[in-house]
């Protein structure tokens, strides 16, 4: 709840029709590595956004403990402006994306891929 009331003192997001949206974007660093998770409100999917994927490359993942966050999350925020969101029936996939080349990039990718 701390997250969404700071979230909710800024202005820009009072200013979004957020029954028009259909992406919510979570940037998270982990391990000094920054990567994006996006919720497709419409199709239901969670994509993992990240520069450097695990090998062997993976698709699609059956768990993953941040998605479920990232519902919750989601699901909270938007509950605030009375739009439904379902937490069931949610498919989680590894986007294929650029890879990054250097060590210090992540961040830069990560906000290329909140931008497109």
Aim: proline share 6%.
């Amino acid at each position: 709840d701390g997250v969404i009331e700071l979230t909710e003192r800024f202005p820009v997001f009072k200013q979004v029709a957020w029954d028009k949206v259909e992406y919510l974007f979570f940037p998270v660093h982990v391990d000094k590595h920054y990567r994006v998770y996006a919720a497709d409100l419409r199709s239901q999917k969670t994509f993992l956004l990240d520069n450097m994927k695990p090998k062997p490359a993976v698709t699609k993942v059956d768990h993953c403990p941040m998605e479920k966050l990232i519902l919750e999350y989601g699901a909270a925020f938007l509950a605030k402006h009375n739009i439904d969101f379902p937490l069931h029936d949610w498919e989680f996939l590894i986007a294929d994306v650029p890879q990054q080349k250097g060590n210090d990039d992540c961040g830069v990718f990560a906000c290329m891929f909140m931008e497109q």
